[in-house]
């Protein structure tokens, strides 16, 4: 079952990039999207909504390989950060839950 949700990515719109890689962010709320970040990314093979981040256009590039490629592990911690900023978030605004939350 694919996790889809328009309220999650629609959450994006305005927010500040959580990924904020150097040299590649414009910390532009303006260009911020919801930016998959599972296994399966590329084009036609989007993770679930659970598995996004909130990212810029300069750091979207960046994570998906249109502009100068990160290596895995300092990509990967970028995206662990971003990842636990955006969930977090999401969970604040009501748009996840977590069974048993207090």
Do not use: W
Not at 67 to 79: E, F, M, N, P, S
């Amino acid at each position: 079952m694919k996790v889809r949700s328009e309220a999650i990515r629609k959450s994006a719109r305005g927010q500040d990039c959580a990924l904020r890689i150097p040299g590649h962010c414009n910390f532009d709320p303006e260009t911020t999207v919801l930016a998959h970040v599972g296994k399966n990314i590329g084009m036609s093979m989007k993770c679930d909504d659970s598995f996004a981040v909130y990212a810029c256009s300069g750091c979207h590039d960046a994570i998906d390989g249109r502009t100068t490629v990160l290596d895995r592990g300092t990509q990967a911690l970028y995206i662990l950060d971003a990842l636990e900023q955006t969930q977090n978030h999401l969970i604040q605004a009501g748009l996840i839950s977590v069974k048993g939350q207090k």
